[in-house]
């Protein structure tokens, strides 16, 4: 299993929770678990393996625990990666989560 | 009849008392937009080579663009500019607030100022009229004290204000000039330059201005910015910078104990969240912007913060926090302010105290050295102290006020491999061993290690409308690492020219609107794209003429290691593929492999052969 742990805006991936398991085959790369999380991943999503910068080729190992978080920029995530439009209620609520 | 500028640069010779009116015609405006356009212009074509910076033959340019002034979010900037003294290079820092605007609406497009002044002295510009105003009684105070004698002085309560405090007076080499009391143009010391003529400040009220081509599109571009603000700029508008610190950590970019480590305590403990939640009394905006991302705070205890100083940005927070193992948010809060009432840049500020710190744990600097402090990383008091001796240049403050390339050079004993700085400016927060792109633009941008405008490699890996497809990975220095990289700027480097800030997302066919908007011009992409590469270019050329040379395109050997602990402990910038980037950015950027100057075909095609004279470039040496 690979445990996967997910900051800010970004936990929605993980149905809204800090982090969860995840079982990949043999040679499965960051880019495989992408994947998994949802279709199409944002280039700037960040990815951190054992404690180490990692890249989209990194190959994940049993027992690997996984981070992904946003860029920065101006020392601030981005705050809405898809330009969806919300309401302002979903605004509230992604808010509440991000500092949360 | 003109649309978005005046047609007026103001010429004043502090020296002689003298003021003039100079009128460009519209090709100049055309050709050079405004900011780092103009000051290249008036810094290549006025200034001989090998001037002190601090001397009073070199000049100092208040450069606005063709959009400021305009009703626009992000309109309100302008661009100051200068030989630096704290890297004897091309100098210039853009700023926002309101001043900007108001010297456009006060009839003018930019201020030329040169010699020096007696004794001290402020402008006083009012609609059109100019006046040079006596300013012994404001010299030495900190500059909400002296704007609010101005404002009595002068009878006007709403004049905007581009002042030096106690930094700028002393010359310390980083410091800043602050408009309204709390935006600065930070970098390279424009504050020192504006010291050395006697200048205290420039004092601006006006209710014209030029004319809209387009006003109708102007009201619809800013009413796109009102409808998306929270889909485009909800975190900006809700925090302002500096609410990823713990994101920072997790990713090895917050630099920490001056860049060497990664470990760093609770670091949400310094974000703009703790901010919103404990010190914050209010965000304010710049000049026509609902984006209002700048920070308010006031403290009473154990220090007291005065709110008309603003707030700390993210810079301001890593560089007297994690930069120097300090996670204390008042303080780092006082510093902040300190730094606004006396003019001094936080980025090189704290950056100079944590290489004082790192110089004292290796025993470089002694307690003899600093009068008995105790210059430790995480000393809070230490700190604080430090920042008031800087601005007063008392004891160890009067070595760390050179900046750290000097104070490393005077200290000696192998001090240099502490000091973070490329051409004498010191790095600000964000780390080439996590961004590499970021880190070329470091070795080879014209004012040393900018950040702004800048490739930030986590961030943008991309740029489809321009070509570049396929993302380009975070650890790539290659050629597509270099093409991404030279993209990004010669396109971003525009809002250095229009002027245009930088948290105000407006895309590129966005920008290209306002430019027709505001001037009436026909202009496209590809022109203000050109605009941006001469300006580039002409930076470069200064540069060169003052000796820089491929060696100076070059990265502090911190870079070259891995961090301590972290997410980077095993990776670090290769030399070899550095110096390698510099030789394909080089040949993209029609430069020769030697020097890294412009080719007289370059600067031809560019349409500004007379710097191709000032360098005394054949079509043969190209």
């Not at chain 2, 008392?17 to 006025?46: C, Q």
């Amino acid at each position: 299993m690979i445990q996967v742990k997910a900051y800010g805006i970004l936990k929605k991936h993980l149905d809204g929770k800090d982090k969860a398991e995840f079982s990949l085959e043999r040679g499965s790369t960051v880019s495989n678990l992408f994947r998994k999380l949802r279709k199409t991943r944002s280039d700037r999503w960040m990815v951190v393996v054992n404690g180490k910068i990692a890249t989209e080729n990194t190959i994940l190992n049993e027992g690997d625990i996984v981070s992904i978080f946003e860029a920065i920029a101006g020392g601030t995530c981005t705050w809405n990666l898809e330009k969806r439009k919300f309401s302002r209620n979903a605004f509230l609520a992604e808010y509440v989560n991000m500092v949360s | 009849m003109t649309f978005g500028y005046n047609r007026q640069i103001l010429r004043v010779d502090l020296t002689r008392r003298k003021i003039r009116v100079e009128k460009p015609p519209e090709s100049f405006y055309r050709r050079y937009f405004g900011g780092r356009g103009v000051v290249t212009y008036y810094l290549l074509k006025e200034l001989g080579s090998a001037i002190d910076p601090l001397g009073s033959r070199n000049i100092l340019v208040f450069a606005p663009g063709v959009v400021t002034g305009a009703p626009i979010p992000g309109g309100g900037r302008n661009s100051v500019g200068a030989k630096s003294p704290l890297t004897g290079a091309y100098g210039e820092a853009e700023v926002g607030g309101f001043w900007g605007a108001e010297l456009k609406h006060a009839g003018f497009d930019g201020i030329v100022m040169k010699g020096r002044a007696k004794s001290p002295v402020y402008l006083w510009i009012h609609d059109g009229e100019v006046e040079i105003q006596d300013a012994q009684h404001l010299w030495g105070l900190d500059i909400g004290d002296s704007q609010e004698i101005i404002r009595k002085d002068v009878g006007e309560r709403l004049a905007r204000t581009a002042q030096i405090g106690k930094g700028g007076e002393e010359m310390v080499r980083f410091a800043c000039i602050i408009n309204d009391l709390k935006h600065a143009a930070g970098r390279v010391g424009m504050g020192a330059v504006m010291g050395s003529k006697n200048l205290k400040a420039v004092a601006v009220r006006g209710h014209g201005g030029p004319e809209m081509a387009n006003p109708e599109k102007l009201k619809e571009l800013t009413r796109w910015i009102v409808d998306n603000l929270e889909e485009e700029h909800g975190k900006m508008h809700e925090y302002g910078t500096g609410a990823a610190m713990k994101e920072g950590v997790l990713s090895g970019n917050l630099p920490t104990r001056n860049f060497r480590d990664a470990e760093f305590p609770d670091p949400e403990a310094i974000s703009a969240q703790a901010i919103k939640d404990t010190v914050r009394i209010g965000m304010e905006a710049c000049y026509f912007c609902p984006v209002r991302c700048k920070k308010v705070v006031k403290i009473e205890e154990p220090y007291a913060v005065d709110p008309i100083y603003g707030g700390p940005e993210y810079e301001t927070l890593a560089a007297f926090g994690s930069n120097c193992g300090i996670n204390d948010l008042k303080a780092i809060c006082k510093a902040n302010e300190l730094c606004q009432r006396s003019t001094l840049d936080t980025i090189s500020t704290g950056n100079v105290i944590a290489f004082a710190m790192e110089c004292f744990e290796n025993k470089l600097l002694t307690k003899t050295d600093t009068h008995g402090i105790n210059l430790t990383f995480g000393n809070v008091e230490a700190m604080l102290q430090i920042v008031e001796m800087i601005a007063k240049r008392e004891g160890i403050g009067d070595l760390l006020a050179e900046g750290t390339m000097r104070a490393a050079e005077r200290i000696g004993k192998g001090a240099e491999k502490f000091a973070v700085h490329v051409k004498g400016e010191e790095v600000p927060m964000h780390d080439p061993r996590l961004k590499r792109g970021l880190g070329l633009g470091y070795s080879v941008k014209p004012t040393g290690a900018d950040h702004m405008n800048n490739l930030h490699d986590t961030w943008t890996k991309k740029m489809p409308s321009f070509g570049i497809v396929e993302p380009v990975p975070l650890e790539d220095l290659g050629p597509k690492k270099v093409r991404l990289y030279m993209y990004k700027v010669n396109f971003e480097i525009i809002k250095n020219c229009l002027l245009l800030c930088d948290f105000v997302h407006w895309d590129e066919d966005q920008i290209v609107e306002i430019v027709r908007a505001v001037t009436g011009w026909d202009s496209n992409l590809w022109e203000i794209m050109k605009v941006s590469e001469r300006s580039i270019n002409m930076a470069r050329a200064f540069n060169i003429r003052e000796g820089f040379t491929r060696k100076d395109d070059w990265l502090p050997d911190r870079f070259f290691h891995p961090q301590t602990s972290g997410p980077l402990s095993d990776t670090a910038v290769d030399p070899r593929k550095l110096e390698n980037a510099k030789s394909i950015y080089y040949s993209m950027m029609g430069w020769d492999q030697e020097r890294g100057a412009p080719t007289r075909a370059k600067l031809e095609e560019l349409d500004i052969p007379w710097v191709a004279d000032k360098l005394g470039l054949s079509w043969d040496a190209s």
